[in-house]
């Protein structure tokens, strides 16, 4: 016996119901991603804030030693990030200006 053709999934219905779950993926793909594809604004910060002031001091020595080859670009990254948690400790959080 030959089959006759009339499956469900070659209705109509069925392709539209496959097109809606790929616009559904294309969708949660492009929110995920909204990040990547649509980088938000930068915010300025202000300059007089004593958190930016204190990181720029400490950042400058710790490029420093990075340039003297005492620590490498991994450690300076270390360095950075635990800079601006004392930072932030000492002086409170900082001002940023609203965009």
């Not at 999934?9 to 392709?15: C, E, G, S, V």
């Not at 993926?25 to 007089?48: G, K, M, S």
Request: net charge negative.
């Amino acid at each position: 016996m030959e089959p006759t053709g009339n499956s469900v999934l070659d209705r109509p219905a069925a392709r539209l119901v496959a097109l809606g779950v790929a616009c559904g993926v294309i969708a949660c793909l492009a929110y995920i991603h909204r990040d990547d594809l649509f980088p938000p604004e930068t915010q300025e910060i202000a300059a007089d804030d004593p958190v930016a002031l204190c990181l720029a001091e400490r950042a400058a020595g710790i490029d420093q030693m990075l340039a003297d080859g005492t620590i490498n670009s991994q450690q300076a990254g270390l360095f950075k990030s635990r800079a601006e948690a004392l930072c932030q400790a000492q002086l409170g959080q900082s001002g940023r200006t609203q965009p």
